[in-house]
């Protein structure tokens, strides 16, 4: 029996790379949680995306966000997408200042789609952004990979953990 | 309207973890109750959290809310303030004297695609002090591919009392059978 909170796997770029995968994930836990901290070889457009059992592609994936740049905040949706990215990732500065962002993907096994809550938090020192957003992945498939995609490659010493969630 | 009393003991039985997160109880709702009860919580814990996927009866297509009341206490004793986003306008509000806490925008309506669940992560801060008023927060939304709600919400229960019963209500209707809680307990 897994514990109720514990690490399932962690990946440490030791070299830059586009993505950064999860596989074979056991279908033992009730929820997933991926903290993400990620620099990038240059200034990307679209960093850590997510996707499930696969690259990016299709367009069952959608979302809603609400984010701050340091003035007003924003809030927008996307549809019929090929991944779900997080609040905010167009001030993602080359890989001097690290982006921290966490997935909470809930129900992940089970027969209903399924619905993801991300955080992005990303400063850099005069310009920055931090928000929330609801994504959903229009599959009643259990997700047994998931995987971290950006548009350019995370650099060196890129981290991801993903652990698993147990209840009662 | 009939409430679903699940303690701790009725609904435990989890993984022994010895963590300094754990698991408490679950709970699903049974298509019948508006209410999901949370009892018997140990103040063992310095902090709880709540994850949820949650869908009601109600037949509209549209989200919904997880109302929350610490101790059964049913007065005016609750504060909250929301900032929201629903892919249009950005909004922020607050309410004093309230009746309960919300995580606004945790829950779908039953007249929604099939499927499509609300969601949420409930964190209850210094639960078990006598000596503080109680704090939550929560993040909680649903997206059904066009439109969604994304949710920062806090709410202040003002009682010092430790938390030993929390409620989950509905909006309106019942909580589906697809909808299921979980109370965790962190150690501080």
Known sequence: ?168 | MPSTILGIIASSGGAASTSSYESIASATGTGSSNTITFSSIPSTYKHLQIRSIARDTNTNNDFSSIRIRLNSDTGTNYVRHLLAGDGTTVTATGATAQSSMIANGAARQNGSTANIMGVSIIDFIDYASTTKNKTMKAISGNDVNGSGFIRLNSGLWLNTNAVTTIELLTDAGFWTTASTFALYGIKG
């Open chain 1, 1 to 168: 029996m897994p514990a109720t909170y514990e690490k399932i796997a962690t990946n440490t770029l030791g070299s830059a790379a586009s993505s950064i995968t999860f596989s074979s994930i056991p279908a033992t836990y009730t929820d997933l949680r991926i903290v993400l901290t990620a620099t990038y070889s240059a200034t990307t457009s679209s960093g850590g995306q997510l996707s499930f059992n696969g690259a990016p592609s299709g367009t069952l994936f959608s979302y809603t966000r609400l984010y701050g740049q340091g003035t007003s905040p924003t809030t927008s949706i996307n549809s019929n997408q090929p991944a779900i990215t997080p609040a905010d990732t167009s001030w993602t500065l080359g890989n001097t200042m690290p982006d921290f962002y966490t997935y909470d993907i809930f129900s992940y096994a089970g027969s209903t789609f399924k619905t993801v809550l991300t955080t992005n938090s990303q400063d850099y020192n005069g310009s920055g952004s931090t928000g929330i957003k609801v994504g959903l992945w229009r599959s009643t498939t259990a997700i047994t990979s998931c995987v971290l995609t950006a548009s350019v490659n995370f650099a060196t010493g890129t981290t991801a953990t993903l652990y698993g969630i147990l209840k009662a």
